[in-house]
């Protein structure tokens, strides 16, 4: 099946690079960064087209909080990548690799691994949380686990450790995570980053408007 043409300029959704793309891939809301249009690849064959894309019928209000949260990310002063990995193939390490090419203040985190990529790493994020020296509403953290441990992830840090905003990767959510963030007050959703903005794609241009460049 022939990809249609798309009507804007921009990376095109790597899951549907050899299947007709959905209208969110072509009309994408997301800022693109044009330094690496297909950096998502590596995890987005493992994932389906509803975890990538919003759904035509998605609801505009959920949209919204998704945007707000992407506006508030990089107000953090640290962040995370719950699902670092060392090896270089894994999207955890892409991800934790983004930041320090940003000169970011990243901290990985992993249960087994004491350093990745020349940074100490912390088990879990409770003990992040107390490493770092600044209040979780300072905090922000790149989610690349499974749906399972996501899920987990998200609910204790919004609920219980006030995390300032969780970015999902892609792959990193399902359809019961998704279901649990939308029935949150507006309060919660709007610290959320889901439905397939990639900080590989998107973070550049959200960064540096918030000055982190």
Not at 174 to 202: F, H, M, N, T
Request: aromatic content about 6%.
């Amino acid at each position: 099946m022939s990809v249609p043409r798309r009507t804007q300029s921009g990376p095109r959704c790597a899951l549907f690079a050899r299947t007709r793309q959905p209208k969110w891939c072509q009309r994408s809301k997301w800022i693109a960064d044009k330094d690496s249009p297909s950096a998502c690849t590596a995890t987005l064959a493992a994932s389906t087209p509803t975890t990538i894309c919003n759904r035509s019928n998605e609801n505009k209000m959920a949209n919204a909080h998704v945007q707000s949260a992407l506006n508030r990310f990089f107000d953090a002063s640290k962040f995370a990548v719950v699902g670092a990995s060392k090896d270089a193939t894994k999207f955890g390490n892409k991800v934790l690799k983004w930041y320090q090419a940003h000169e970011l203040d990243v901290t990985p985190i992993h249960p087994k691994e004491a350093e990745i990529e020349g940074l100490a790493s912390q088990p879990d994020v409770a003990r992040f949380l107390d490493a770092a020296g600044t209040s979780a509403d300072k905090i922000a953290i790149s989610v690349v686990t499974p749906p399972k441990i996501s899920l987990a992830v998200v609910q204790t840090g919004l609920q219980d450790q006030g995390i300032s905003t969780f970015w999902l990767q892609p792959g990193a959510e399902d359809a019961e995570l998704v279901k649990w963030v939308q029935a949150q007050p507006a309060s919660i959703q709007e610290r959320v980053i889901y439905g397939g903005p990639c900080i590989l794609v998107s973070g550049r241009q959200l960064a540096a408007d918030k000055g982190k460049l």
